[in-house]
């Protein structure tokens, strides 16, 4: 069964600190990847996907994530995150031809300013 | 579009009631999903459709939770009866062709409270 790990239970950063967060998916063949985000009372949203192509992906609001597939990671990054970055942020994998998206755990995210 | 419409958006309840929570996913969009969020599990995915018919309900928690898609603009998901560990947000989310790699369209989910 697909399976999202997301090791990174809470992250404080203080502003202009740079981030990466982790996401390991579980082996499966072809996948599509993406990390949603889900700001303080707000429905959760697309930051950015990885269908095929170029593995460095570039999304919304600066953040990009980086597909390495031999180590079966998503991992998303931001050189230099802003106090509005506080938020949830999911990571979820479904494998091509296959509707059911799994997402890992979340991560939270709180932005010292 | 007004995008994916859940109702209610908060729902209060006694333990042992029917619980019933709707979706109205966007139009056009051929697979919905159901799913459930904790603070101790994340994002749960609970069951979903593709055409209206339910294609995996491998995380239903068990037999009190029913969800059903009479047609292509309606959904619910009911438990019953209802127990305080049932209390979560539940989010319903579209997508036009998830299996292509199209991203999923949230509604703003329903906060479930059950006394």
């Known amino acids: 069964a697909q399976s999202v790990s997301q090791h990174n239970h809470h992250v404080i950063l203080s502003e202009a600190a740079s981030l990466e967060l982790g996401c390991n998916y579980s082996?499966?063949?072809?996948?599509?990847l993406f990390w949603y985000v889900q700001y303080p009372g707000q429905h959760l949203q697309l930051l950015l996907k990885?269908?095929?192509?170029?593995?460095l992906v570039k999304g919304i609001k600066g953040f990009e994530a980086e597909f390495i597939k031999s180590k079966f990671s998503f991992n998303l990054r931001k050189p230099s995150v802003q106090w509005s970055d506080t938020a949830e942020y999911f990571c979820a994998v479904n494998f091509f031809g296959n509707e059911k998206l799994t997402f890992g755990t979340g991560t939270r995210l709180t932005i010292i300013p | 579009d007004a995008g994916v419409i859940q109702s209610p958006r908060h729902e209060v309840t006694e333990m042992g009631q029917e619980v019933t929570l709707r979706c109205k996913p966007i139009s056009g969009h051929n697979s919905l999903f159901w799913y459930r969020q904790t603070m101790m599990r994340g994002l749960e995915l609970l069951i979903y459709f593709n055409n209206n018919v339910p294609i995996d309900d491998s995380g239903m928690p068990e037999d009190r939770f029913s969800a059903k898609m009479p047609n292509a603009s309606f959904s619910t998901l009911k438990i019953q009866p209802s127990e305080p560990r049932d209390s979560a947000v539940y989010f319903c989310?579209?997508?036009?062709?998830?299996?292509?790699?199209?991203?999923?369209?949230f509604g703003s989910g329903t906060q479930l409270s059950v006394l």
């Open positions: 989310a579209s997508s036009l062709r998830p299996d292509r790699g199209e991203k999923l369209f």
């Open positions: 990885y269908f095929s192509g170029d593995p």
């Open positions: 082996y499966g063949g072809t996948v599509n």
